[in-house]
């Protein structure tokens, strides 16, 4: 599969249900508030984030892109990721979700399921940035909660999850064998 960011309802479209349902599929997540902030500084180093030439903060930026006047996300990249990996019924399509905090222990369980145990993960983009809570304050804080409030409910974040959790590597249907169907 090429690299790129689509959701699991596009990849069962593209696949077809039947093909799909044969086939071990799997996502990553990321904390809700690790993900703001990743997102902030995505767009900082972009230059999307300025106003007047100036960087616009933190907390200005989430009370634009997550604040109460917003009643849905300008695009998906700003909506819960339980979005990006339900169908229209809220139903999760994927077999496994995994958290971004334990990628390597995660993506090692992934690699086990399909058989390839020899895969690696190489870490190709790399941020110097400091540790998300430091970006927060009590406002900006519950402000992420209410917009990723489906996140933290289906995958059990809370703000102090910086890893030290085990992820909860979620299952939304059991499969009898979760090899990869060469066939088709």
């Not at 689509?6 to 799997?26: K, V």
């Not at 903060?57 to 634009?64: D, I």
């Not at 990006?84 to 809220?90: A, T």
């Not at 970006?135 to 890893?163: H, M």
């Amino acid at each position: 599969m090429p690299f790129r960011h689509t959701t699991a309802h596009e990849w069962r479209n593209e696949f077809g249900p039947r093909r799909w349902d044969r086939r071990f599929s799997f996502a990553f997540v990321r904390n809700p508030w690790d993900r703001a902030v990743s997102l902030y500084s995505f767009r900082v180093d972009r230059g999307d984030n300025r106003r007047e030439g100036e960087v616009v903060p933190f907390g200005a930026w989430v009370e634009e892109t997550f604040g109460d006047e917003r009643q849905s996300p300008a695009n998906i990249w700003d909506g819960p990721q339980v979005d990006w990996l339900s169908d229209e019924n809220g139903h999760l399509l994927v077999d496994f979700v995994g958290r971004f905090e334990r990628l390597s222990a995660d993506f090692a369980h992934v690699c086990e399921v399909i058989g390839r145990e020899d895969a690696s993960l190489p870490h190709l983009k790399t941020s110097s940035r400091s540790a998300y809570p430091g970006y927060y304050d009590d406002r900006t804080r519950q402000i992420v909660a209410d917009w990723f409030a489906p996140d933290i409910e289906a995958f059990g974040y809370t703000f102090a999850d910086q890893g030290d959790r085990i992820g909860n590597g979620k299952t939304s249907r059991p499969r009898p064998n979760h090899r990869e169907d060469k066939s088709g």
